[in-house]
């Protein structure tokens, strides 16, 4: 786990605050849409998966990405 005011690569206080912003400034209605759309995006998956194989599978994405 990363140190509080530690930034993942590619990531800095900017990037936090524009994310923060962006989602702090939509509507429910542009949210909703946003949510929708993320399920319809093509080759990915969205799934529920138990809370305590999260760290697993953050893994395993992270490994598949390097590769």
């Known amino acids: 786990m990363k140190k509080r005011g530690e ?3 590619g ?3 900017s990037r936090v ?3 923060l912003e962006h ?3 939509q509507s429910e209605v542009e949210a909703v ?3 929708e759309a993320a ?3 093509s080759g ?3 799934m529920e998966v138990p809370t305590d194989l999260v760290p697993a ?3 395993l994405i992270a490994k598949h990405r390097a590769a």
Request: proline share 4%.
């Open 23 to 25: 989602y702090e400034s």
């Open 39 to 41: 399920f319809e995006a």
């Open 7 to 9: 930034f993942p690569k």
């Open 11 to 13: 990531w800095d206080e």
């Open 57 to 59: 599978i953050r893994e």
């Open 17 to 19: 605050r524009s994310v």
């Open 33 to 35: 849409a946003e949510d």
């Open 44 to 46: 990915q998956t969205v």
